[in-house]
Each structure stands twice: as structure tokens, then as C-alpha cells.
């Protein structure tokens, strides 16, 4: 009797480790804690807009050497006739070599115009990069409010459930009102569709991130981790200053007016005639002469230039580069005056979100909280209704939810700033210089 009893146990025992198992199995193993560092640096390795950005700015860097480089020399072999005839003799073929120099000026025109192309595009390519991790840093804190808030109404959930409790036992014994009963499972339904909306929002968010990262849509995001609270050390005029200075949309447009400068400084010289050097040897044959030179080749060096003189072609050029030089400035000043409201908006949103957040974690929140206490204690002993306990819930959770939201609003308006001053302040960039 006691072996049976013995492997009854152990079949049972064999059972339940198996079922623990296969229950541990199912349940999903906790995501990673996402950290904003590194969604951004694997971002700027593996986002193909930057990757082709980074392309176009490293092809433009090899046009400069190509863009005051010599033109091709041209090669000339002529066969001659019978009737070719010099007076030393006939001549049988000809070699020629002619090279084409423009004139030293144009070619450092040239170049200048060329670097100053690249300088635009290496400032599109760090623009983009800039684009890239602000957008990913936004919708990064925007993950943090929807994970945050989660954590609020699961809260919240718990304290409509003992609310609910309460309202049950208090029915029970005739001390309350079924009503009150029904208005905390209602507002236990709320507490759910507000759960199940921000949870599809997170799938939208996390599908977006994964976009900007390159990688499969359908991996799940970890939680985020509670951004540390921005401060600003620099005042609305330094900040200014230094979007001016650093800003890449202003030094993509500074590099374009340059460009024009240059190209109407080309198109000036067009009045500056170009040369063509060459070399020419010409094969004589034994002629009918006693001449000690007789059938001695010859040689030359042609010297040629053309005439710039058709005024219909040169000056429409003159006008047309004077007139993108004077739409490039203009675009420049829109540039500007685009970034100085860029910079004050941000600032100002980030300086009244980050007051409203403040003064929420000091004084709404902890009010809220009392509030709520009391009137859960009053409801308890009979001495508060439920309405007013459930008007406390709703408060408690509108002003934490509240704080969430200017929390995050404070740190986009940050993430904003730092993009129109076109400075990185999350992540150190190791690009070369253009």
C-alpha cells in the first residue's frame, strides 16, 4: 500500500513540474527596457535615408576634383595624298596632340562652386540625420506617455475594483444603493476602453520606431524608461545665436548662395578667352632636291583661342546667375527668419510644459490623492456618497494622466529645440567633417 501511495505521488509530482513548465512557457518573456542612446545610434547606422543621403554627399565630394580637371586631350593622325608636296619632298602622314586649357580663373570658379555643393549636401545629410533621431526621440517619449499612462489606469483599474468592493458590501447590507454598484462597474468599463486605446496606439508607435530602425515590423518594443527632466542653461538669445551658427538648414542655405556667387562669377568670365596648345610632327619623303634637308620632317606648335564675342549668349548668363544669387540670399533670410521662430516656439512650449508638469507633481496630484483618500474612508463609514468618491477617482486620474502629458510634452518641445538650433543633444556624432 505504501509503494502505491509513493508513486501516486510521484506521477502527481511529474504532472504539476510538467504543467509549470508548459504554463511558463506561454507566458511572454518581459521586453527589454528601451533606452533612447541606443534606438538613436542604431538608427543613424542602419536608416536608409541616411544611408543614401550619406551617398550623395560622398559622390558630391568626388565631383570637386572632376570639376577642374582639364578637358580631354584630342589626338589627330592624318594619311596623305600624292599631291601633298612640300619643297623637300612629299608629305606622307601627320601626328598632332591639341589640349584645351580654359582659362586658370574659370577652372578655380569651378571649384569653388563644386566644394560649395558638396558643403550643401553634406548639411542635407546631417539635416536628415538630425530629422531622423528628433522624430525617433518624439515618438520615443511619445511610447513613454502611452506606457506611463498604462501604468496610471492598471492603478486606477485596482482602486475601481476595491471601489466596486465596497459598493457590493455596502448593498449588501442595505447601507447602499444598487445604483452605486452599476456606476463603479461602468466606470470600470471606461477605465478599460481607455486601456485598449492606448494599447493599440502603442502598436502604431512601436510600428513607426521599428520603420525609422529598419527592422521587422512586428518586433515588440520594450518599455520605455522615464526620460530624466530637461533643463535649460542657455537663455532665448543664446539659443538664437546658436542656431544661427549651427543650424544645418542655415549652413545648407549659406552653401547655396555661395554656389551662386561662384557660378556668376564664372559666367563673368565668359569674356576671358580659353586656349588650345597642341603639337603637330609631319612625316616628309625623299624629295627631287639636292638640299642637304631634303625629306626632313617637320614640326610645329599651334597656338589657337576662341573669340568670345556673341553677347546674346554671355550676358543672358551674367543676368540669369545675378538673379538665382538674389533668390539664394532671399531663401537664406526665409531660412533665418524660419529659424528664430523655430527656436523661440519651442522654447516657450517647452518653459509652460515644463511649469504645468511642476506644478502637478507638486501640488494637483498630491491634492487629488488627499481627496481621493478621504473620500474612500468617508465612503467606508457611511459619511460620503458615492458620487463624490467617484468624482475624487476621476480627478486623481485626470491629474495624473494630466502630468504625463505635459511631462511629454516637455521633452518633445526639448527634442523640437534641439533640432532648430541644430545641435545633438542625445547623441555625440562621429561624422568626418566635409
Known amino acids: 500500500m505504501k509503494k502505491k501511495t509513493i508513486i501516486v505521488f510521484i506521477l502527481a509530482f511529474l504532472v504539476f513540474s510538467v504543467a509549470q513548465k508548459a504554463h511558463a512557457q506561454e507566458e511572454p518573456l518581459p521586453s527589454p527596457l528601451l533606452k533612447l542612446t541606443d534606438l538613436i545610434q542604431q538608427a543613424l547606422e542602419k536608416n536608409p535615408e541616411i544611408a543614401a543621403a550619406k551617398a550623395e554627399w560622398l559622390a558630391s565630394k568626388k565631383r570637386i576634383m572632376a570639376s577642374w580637371a582639364l578637358p580631354d586631350p584630342k589626338g589627330e593622325y592624318d594619311i596623305m595624298g600624292p599631291m601633298v608636296e612640300t619643297m623637300t619632298g612629299p608629305q606622307k602622314n601627320r601626328f598632332a596632340i591639341e589640349q584645351e586649357v ?4 574659370k577652372l578655380f570658379e569651378k571649384r569653388k562652386t563644386a566644394k560649395a555643393e558638396a558643403e550643401a549636401t553634406y548639411a542635407r545629410y546631417v539635416a536628415l540625420q538630425r530629422d531622423i533621431t528628433t522624430k525617433l526621440s518624439k515618438l520615443y517619449y511619445e511610447l513613454h506617455f502611452i506606457d506611463a499612462s498604462l501604468e496610471t489606469l492598471k492603478e486606477i483599474k485596482t482602486l475601481l475594483k476595491n471601489m466596486e468592493s465596497s459598493a457590493q458590501a455596502r448593498y449588501a447590507d442595505k447601507s447602499g444603493s444598487q445604483r452605486d454598484v452599476a456606476k463603479a462597474e461602468a466606470e470600470f468599463s471606461m477605465n478599460l476602453e481607455k ?14 520606431i521599428n520603420a525609422l530602425l529598419d527592422q521587422d515590423p512586428m518586433i515588440t518594443l520594450g518599455k520605455a524608461t522615464l526620460p530624466e527632466k530637461q533643463t ?22 549659406e552653401a547655396m548662395a555661395a554656389k551662386t556667387h561662384y557660378a556668376k562669377r564664372l559666367a563673368q568670365l565668359a569674356y576671358l578667352p580659353d586656349v588650345n596648345v597642341g603639337f603637330e610632327y609631319v612625316r616628309v619623303g625623299s624629295g627631287s632636291t639636292t638640299s642637304a634637308k631634303d625629306g626632313q620632317d617637320t614640326w610645329m606648335f599651334p597656338l589657337k583661342f576662341n573669340l568670345p564675342i556673341w553677347q546674346n549668349r554671355i550676358i543672358p548668363e551674367i543676368q540669369e546667375a545675378q538673379k538665382l544669387e538674389e533668390a539664394q540670399k532671399a531663401k537664406l533670410l526665409a531660412v533665418k527668419n524660419q529659424t528664430f521662430f523655430e527656436v523661440k516656439d519651442a522654447y516657450y512650449r517647452f518653459d509652460a510644459a515644463s511649469k504645468i508638469a511642476d506644478l502637478y507633481e507638486a501640488a494637483i496630484i498630491p491634492q487629488a490623492k ?17 458620487l463624490n468618491l467617484l468624482d475624487s477617482e476621476r480627478v486623481y486620474l485626470n491629474a495624473k494622466l494630466s502630468y504625463i502629458q505635459f ?27 566635409p
Open 195 to 208: 486601456l485598449y486605446t492606448l494599447e493599440q496606439r502603442r502598436e502604431s508607435i512601436a510600428a513607426q
Open 232 to 253: 535649460l542653461k542657455n537663455t532665448l538669445v543664446e539659443l538664437v545665436n546658436l542656431a544661427i551658427q549651427n543650424r544645418q538648414e542655415v549652413k545648407e542655405a
Open 370 to 386: 488627499l481627496a481621493l483618500s478621504s473620500d474612500q474612508a468617508g465612503y467606508e463609514g457611511g459619511k460620503t456618497d458615492f
Open 407 to 433: 511631462y511629454t510634452e516637455a521633452l518633445k518641445a526639448y527634442a523640437d529645440l534641439a533640432w532648430a538650433t541644430g545641435l545633438d543633444w542625445n547623441v555625440s556624432r562621429k561624422e568626418p567633417k
Open 102 to 105: 580654359p582659362f586658370p580663373a
